[in-house]
């Protein structure tokens, strides 16, 4: 069976890691446009750099939690691919093998001159003023309110070739993002894990599991080995 997995914040949560909208528009303290967006990029690029380098610091002290690592032992018995709006690394270090991250990865720079000069950073910071080999400066390889999401298409045609589709732990209010779920092929099931009402303005019919990540993905596993007699 084919299942295709959207994730956002929400799975990284019972991680440590603050999701965006949980907490009164703040992220980590800072107002989310002021550090995810191009604008707050050209405005103030060393407040921007300051703080992907924290979070990229933070990471490496978190672990992935039981949900993360659910998705991945999934894979011995199923074809499981995740499309992650997250930029953590917490899918990968719990195993999951095919993973694709919309807004970027935080482990990774690129220069300004050429987004496809991208380098591993790993958990290292972006000094100030740190230069690419073509003379731009250094960014963080993320995908910024204001920019374009160059593996949306990829992701619509993942998403088109689910079975099974789990939603788990993304407030649906990101575009294109929120979007793809519309991909999804008629005969698909779709199953939306989160602890709280989750404003759902699409037209596609959703089975609503209503628990933290770590939880809805025991009971989503119970039933996926229920329901193909796999065991
Ligand atoms: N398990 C599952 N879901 C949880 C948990 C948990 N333990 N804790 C919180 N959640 C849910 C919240 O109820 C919320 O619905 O996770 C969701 C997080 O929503 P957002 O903070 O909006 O995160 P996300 O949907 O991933 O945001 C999308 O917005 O700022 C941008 O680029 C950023 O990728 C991000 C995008």
């Avoid at 800072?30 to 550090?35: A, K, L, R, T």
């Avoid at 990029?41 to 610091?57: G, I, M, S």
């Avoid at 499309?83 to 993973?99: F, I």
Wanted: aromatic share 8%; hydrophobic share 40%.
């Amino acid at each position: 069976m084919k299942i295709t997995v959207l994730s956002g914040a929400g799975i990284s949560a019972e991680s440590g890691i603050k999701t965006f909208r949980d907490s009164d528009g703040l992220w980590e303290n800072y107002n989310v446009m002021d550090v995810a967006s191009i604008e707050g990029w050209y405005k103030n690029p060393d407040l921007v750099q300051q703080f992907y380098n924290e979070r990229r610091k933070q990471l490496e002290s978190v672990e992935p939690n039981k949900a993360h690592k659910i998705l991945a032992e999934l894979e011995r018995d199923f074809e499981v691919e995740i499309v992650t709006q997250n930029v953590d690394n917490l899918h990968e270090r719990a195993g999951s093998t095919k993973v694709i991250h919309l807004h970027g990865e935080l482990t990774k720079a690129r220069s300004v001159k050429n987004s496809e000069r991208i380098y591993e950073l790993g958990y290292r910071e972006i000094r100030k003023g740190e230069k690419a080999e073509d003379g731009g400066l250094l960014r963080p390889h993320i995908v910024w309110f204001g920019e374009a999401v160059p593996l949306i298409e990829k992701a619509a045609e993942i998403v088109s070739q689910a079975e099974t589709l789990i939603v788990i732990g993304t407030s649906l209010n990101v575009y294109p993002a929120a979007g793809l779920l519309e991909y999804a092929a008629g005969s698909a099931a779709i199953y939306l894990i989160d602890p709280a009402e989750v404003k759902y303005v699409g037209s596609r019919r959703i089975t609503f599991i209503k628990e933290k990540a770590s939880d809805g993905m025991e009971k989503m596993k119970q039933y996926l080995y229920e329901a193909t007699g796999k065991c």
